[in-house]
């Protein structure tokens, strides 16, 4: 039987993540996986964007995610050879007065005006964009090849026999003496899950898996024209590489299966269609889900009655920015004992 200081459920990029930081401190780290086509961090965009929503505000703890988001990204591109992160604009439409009177305003508080591009050409988005009667900037901000990263670190894990290619059966894991795990022919001290959406199906955390958005995004190819910055009004234009552009995303709620449908496409070439002033192809649509929760903040913590049993989940629409810093403290309390954010602790829901 092979044994493993911890076996991770699911490789998005919560698996991922903590993998890679466990094993900077020495662990042997088995993942078990299926490969879900759906998960979300299959289908995001992967941005990462300091100034969020209607009301044009800063995200939560941007000031200390993203300097760890940085950090934990360039050196997976330094141990795989790649580069995951670059620096990203992201231009907004502002279609009114009041749009463009309250992203100037918010663009004045000192602790935002560093995100704020003072002045915009913005002549260029004048001929692609309808309808708008000016322009905003965010900088600061960044891509990250999320795709990339978790297809790569999946060939990393599987040439080094850390991979478990299959679907986990919650009744085949049993609780050993001192607490510790097996699972099938694998031991382990701990037992972690990073399952997104799939949570729901966990029999051990199925409470905490309820809430979840899925959304459908199209891969479409502009012809004529280059777009660099991604550009937000209802949906998003984001460029990923070789003339393809991301575009979406559709947000629901209630649904009856991770595929893409027809209604949300539609929806997303209305959207384009009234955004957009060129042709375009649709060369692509995909649909994920992304795991939620009730107060937009991740789950981490470990099982009220079952000793090693943790979970580090609900990473929601911003995973690419939330997912370095909390895999780092997700470390801290598994081998340090480190007290969690009561902010991002399981026992809030209890």
Not at 165 to 181: A, G, I, M, S, T
Request: glycine share 8%.
């Amino acid at each position: 039987m092979a044994y493993f200081d911890i076996i991770i459920v699911g490789q998005g990029v919560a698996g991922t993540l903590l993998h890679y930081e466990l094993t900077k401190r020495g662990q042997t780290v088995l993942v078990i996986d299926q490969g879900h086509k759906q998960a979300a961090s299959a289908v995001a965009s992967g941005l990462i964007n300091p100034i969020t929503g209607r009301k044009y505000v800063k995200s939560w703890m941007f000031e200390e995610l993203y300097p760890q988001a940085r950090k934990t990204y360039e050196g997976l591109g330094k141990l795989l050879d790649q580069i995951f992160i670059r620096d990203h604009a992201i231009v907004r439409t502002l279609t009114s007065i009041k749009e463009e009177n309250l992203w100037y305003s918010k663009s004045t508080i000192p602790s935002y005006e560093k995100y704020f591009v003072s002045d915009v050409d913005d002549s260029e988005y004048q001929k692609l964009i309808k309808d708008s009667i000016s322009f905003g900037e965010v900088k600061g901000g960044a891509k990250i090849e999320l795709r990339n990263l978790i297809t790569s670190y999946r060939q990393y894990l599987s040439v080094r026999d850390q991979l478990l290619v299959d679907k986990f059966n919650y009744d085949e894991l049993q609780q050993l003496k001192r607490d510790k795990w097996q699972y099938r022919d694998y031991s382990c001290g701990k037992i972690v899950f990073c399952e997104g959406w799939q949570l729901r199906q966990n029999p051990f955390f199925e409470k905490l898996g309820r809430e979840a958005a899925k959304g459908e995004v199209l891969i479409v190819k502009l012809k004529g024209n280059v777009i660099t910055k991604s550009i937000k009004r209802k949906i998003f234009i984001t460029p990923l590489k070789d003339d393809l552009y991301w575009v979406g995303s559709t947000y629901e709620w209630a649904f009856d299966d991770a595929q893409p449908t027809i209604n949300k496409k539609q929806y997303l070439v209305e959207a384009l269609d009234a955004m957009y002033e060129g042709e375009y192809e649709i060369v692509d649509h995909w649909a994920g889900v992304r795991p939620t929760t009730a107060d937009r903040r991740p789950l981490l913590g470990e099982h009220s009655a079952n000793r090693n049993m943790f979970v580090f989940n609900g990473l929601g629409t911003k995973g690419a920015s939330l997912a370095p810093y909390w895999a780092l403290q997700m470390v801290a309390y598994l081998l340090d004992g480190q007290v969690i954010m009561p902010e991002v602790d399981i026992s809030r829901h209890s």
